[in-house]
């Protein structure tokens, strides 16, 4: 067994006693008599092998924080990149934002909630406003989630983006209570100290595993070209807790090459016969950014394969492209994917539709999932039609004139 091998197996009998119940203590003493330092990647490889072993990354978000604990003060410290420095950079909007958010936590709200207790009755209203600031949370979360997990997701990082989806999900909901106790009409001081130190650990953590996991391992992978296009797609989401970043001056053009836009010039007026009809490729992609739908094509091997439509419903990210599908989804939604495209595949369904107001949207949608098949039944792929449909169920009377 390699040196590298060895490590690994050391690592993975640390997290298989922490899994099984073992204190932390005794895992700090096991972790010294092994290492001085440890690299992000060899971290990750460990959790990685957990999940490929079996373990739901559902239970392994439990873990997560035991192992922020664990390794935070060990992990080999790598020079930052220059880039991340310069205020417009994506990273450089994480981790603003995160000074925000961490100095939200220490600078108002715990300070406040030690004066509650003492019995400063105008405490309270600065809670409430305090946990609804850190509400806007969500956006910093979303932002993750929608372009940088599908980054890591291309790089073949896999764990963590699920760990870490499931615990942002824990934190969103557990801010959503301590809201509601410190809104409540009658205080129960109990319940509302142990809400605000649950969110104000888990908060933390994340910033630690945001910063000293998951950033470092997106800089030994990812390019300028992947971090341009995470900054491109900042602005569907919005930001939390600061204005809108300056722009980020890339050093390096990103463009489409000259090459490829000169291919598609000379195929722009290529003639699509279909049954009914023909377009060239130019007015196709101009009718398909102009539905007023959202699409997506999942092809045969279950993969992102494009975004369409003029309507904005879900954010999405390019990164994505290309990646499976279950990756870009919540591991609890993923076993309602699959039952869908496995459906799709064995030809038991063509077709399923839904509909509902999302929590965090005030708006109602439409969805629909069709099977795309061949003349001869073969599968090709799934299209996912998505429609905003809270103006349509308003309709009341008929508009039949200008």
């Known amino acids: ?22 204190d932390l203590e ?39 924080n035991v192992h922020v604990d664990l390794f935070k003060d ?27 958010i961490k100095s939200l936590i220490e600078d108002a709200l715990l300070p406040d909630f030690e004066k509650l207790k003492n019995g400063d009755s105008d405490a309270l209203a600065k809670i409430q406003k305090e946990l ?36 942002d999900d824990k934190i969103r909901k557990l801010i959503s209570q301590a809201i509601e106790i410190a809104n409540a009409p009658k205080l129960d001081m109990s319940r509302l100290e142990s809400a605000i130190r649950k969110v104000s650990y888990e908060v933390r953590e994340m910033i630690v595993k945001e910063e000293q996991i998951m950033i470092p391992m997106l800089d ?21 807790l600061i204005q809108k970043p300056m722009n980020w001056k890339v050093r390096v053009e990103h463009t489409q090459p000259a090459s490829d836009a000169a291919t598609f010039t000379n195929l722009a007026d290529l003639i699509l016969n279909f049954k009914e009809g023909k377009l060239n490729l130019k007015q196709l992609h101009a009718i398909l950014d102009l539905l007023p739908f959202a699409i997506t094509f999942i092809d ?3 993969k992102v394969a494009y975004f369409g439509g003029g309507a904005e419903i879900f954010p999405h990210s390019k990164n994505a492209l290309g ?3 279950y990756s870009c989804h919540l591991p609890e939604s993923v076993p309602t994917v699959k039952k869908i495209l496995d459906s799709f ?39 996912e039609v998505a429609q905003d449909v809270t103006k349509i169920r308003k309709f009341k009377q008929e508009k039949k004139s200008l």
């Open 1 to 22: 067994m390699n040196q590298t091998s060895k490590r690994q197996a050391a690592l993975l009998k640390i997290l298989h006693f922490i899994q099984d119940g073992g």
């Open 26 to 64: 005794t895992a700090k003493k096991m972790f010294k008599e092994e290492f001085d330092q440890v690299d992000v990647s060899e971290i990750t490889k460990a959790e990685r092998a957990l999940i490929a072993g079996g373990l739901d990354p559902r239970q392994i978000q439990y873990l997560c």
């Open 74 to 100: 060990n992990i080999a410290r790598s020079k930052d990149n220059p880039d991340f420095s310069v205020p417009g950079h994506p990273v450089h909007t994480i981790k603003l934002e995160n000074l925000v």
């Open 132 to 167: 609804q600031d850190l509400s806007q949370i969500d956006k910093h979360y979303a932002r993750k989630e929608t372009s940088i997990f599908p980054l890591m997701n291309k790089y073949g990082i896999t764990a963590p983006p699920q760990v870490m989806w499931g615990v």
């Open 220 to 240: 030994q992978v990812a390019s300028a070209q992947d971090w341009y296009s995470v900054k491109q797609e900042e602005d569907q989401i919005g930001y939390t």
């Open 300 to 302: 045969e091997n279950d």
């Open 323 to 325: 990646n499976s599908v």
């Open 345 to 383: 595949h064995s030809g038991q369904k063509d077709k399923y539709e839904f509909w509902f107001e999302p929590k965090r949207m005030k708006r109602y949608l439409y969805l629909q999932y069709f099977a795309v098949r061949d003349e001869s039944g073969q599968y090709l792929g799934c299209l």
